[in-house]
């Protein structure tokens, strides 16, 4: 078992991996920048190096930074929590070269998952069902506008190098396609420093269902069942809940099979999500693999009584799983608590907050690195909570959301908290009936 973790990540996923590091009896290494100096993550780890200045390129996205830390330290392995440096190639190869290990995918395993093209026809050879569209990156426009007609309408362009929306576009008909892939490639590279597309055909009514997965280095996964990501707002998500009210037996069986295939194709190590998007008539598809943990993990951990950190630490250090899948006994839902006023347009609320109450009482769980005093910079992510809320059926889970939203509270600055509490009373929410199209008609009071 490792002896020293360092976490390179900040806020509440890094006081995550501290605190579970710290139940297996394993020292914690925290980094920060100089805008993180009086985060909490600084503050529980055993130690803390600063990495640099604000800017995450110059301080959490610095490879040679955190390697170096990890050296002075003497940490034996990196935790990279999700972002920044969580499902990149290069410096999961680079904790390989320094005799670190990464608690993560390998060099391999995410630049075959991280390129959406090549993950879809590994997917496709592993008999995981997959979304009609191109055979890898479009070589041409005029490539795309065959296909698409061939296909028929509507259609989804992508970036191969994708993430949070950016170089995506649905296009409708003919007339759209040329303007929709000049702009697309554009953002692409822009974002991405990669201009490649593919194209999907366009699901409609779609939901975003997610399977967790965990593998070992023997070659054997499980799933934890499912999550449902598809109350979302751009393409980042803003609520999850398990299990998806959307989900039948039949499907939860289908799709954690299939996610568990997958996972074994590719002889998958560690924590990870197989993305599917669900139609109207529970057909599904894989739409990409998450080589890292999610956001939205303690959903899962609550409903089926599982630490994924955890299991992500002793499945680096080389500990089999037990092979078991598992089908969660309870509901759970999980609120993104956002620095953003919803009221103008989710805008960035960063700032010093003066006033701060969090909920309690059974089954509530806040994971957060947010207190009264602590001012959130305005360099990174706007998410400073996320709020689980779990119960023995859906309907409770949401009246105990309810109440658990109206004792939140953050003064000082605008948070999501009243959209959160106006979406536990929308109808279609409660009855459960959303799509990933659902904020596009969403009018915030």
């Not at 959130?376 to 779990?390: E, F």
Request: aromatic content about 8%.
């Amino acid at each position: 078992m490792f002896k020293k973790i360092l976490i390179a990540n900040r806020g509440e996923i890094a006081l995550r991996v501290i605190r579970t590091c710290k139940e297996m009896g394993i020292k914690t290494v925290a980094v920060y920048s100089k805008a993180d100096a009086e985060s909490l993550h600084v503050r529980f780890a055993d130690e803390a190096v600063c990495i640099g200045p604000a800017p995450s390129n110059e301080s959490y996205l610095k490879m040679d930074r955190i390697i170096a830390a990890a050296e002075i330290t003497n940490a034996d392995a990196i935790h990279p929590g999700y972002g920044f440096l969580s499902e990149n190639a290069k410096f999961s190869k680079l904790c390989e070269e320094h005799d670190i290990k990464f608690i993560g995918a390998s060099e391999e395993m995410i630049s075959k998952m991280g390129d959406k093209a090549t993950a879809k026809a590994t997917m496709i050879a592993a008999g995981v069902p997959c979304i009609p569209g191109s055979e890898g990156i479009l070589e041409s426009y005029e490539e795309a506008e065959k296909i698409a007609v061939d296909m028929g309408f509507p259609v989804m362009l992508k970036a191969t190098a994708g993430g949070g929306g950016k170089g995506m576009r649905a296009v409708w008909n003919k007339e759209d396609l040329k303007p929709a892939w000049d702009s697309a490639r554009m953002e692409a590279k822009a974002s991405f420093g990669n201009d490649g597309m593919y194209m999907e055909k366009l699901i409609e009514e779609p939901r975003h269902i997610e399977i967790q997965i965990v593998g070992d280095s023997f070659g054997k996964a499980c799933h934890l069942s499912e999550r449902d990501c598809s109350v979302q707002r751009r393409h980042q998500k803003l609520t999850e809940e398990t299990p998806s009210p959307f989900m039948t037996d039949e499907l939860r069986d289908a799709m954690g099979e299939a996610a568990v295939k997958a996972a074994e194709y590719i002889k998958y190590e560690g924590a990870g999500t197989v993305e599917f998007l669900v139609d109207k008539h529970r057909n599904f598809y894989f739409m990409e693999m998450n080589t890292r943990i999610q956001v939205e993990h303690p959903i899962t951990e609550e409903v089926v009584d599982y630490d994924l950190i955890r299991e992500q630490i002793l499945v680096a250090a080389g500990v089999p799983i037990s092979g078991k899948n598992y089908t969660p006994q309870l509901h759970s839902i999980e609120c993104r608590i956002n620095a953003e006023d919803p009221h103008k347009n989710f805008r960035p609320s960063p700032g010093k907050i003066t006033s701060y109450h969090e909920p309690g009482g059974h089954g509530v769980r806040i994971d957060t690195h947010a207190y009264a005093g602590y001012t959130i910079p305005p360099n990174y992510d706007s998410m400073i909570a996320k709020l689980i809320v779990t119960a023995q059926t859906r309907e409770e889970a949401i009246n105990k959301m309810k109440r658990a939203l109206d004792e939140y509270i953050i003064e000082g600055i605008k948070t999501t908290i009243p959209f959160h509490r106006q979406l536990m009373d929308h109808p279609d929410y409660v009855a459960g009936n959303y799509t990933t199209k659902f904020m596009e008609d969403f009018e915030i009071k």
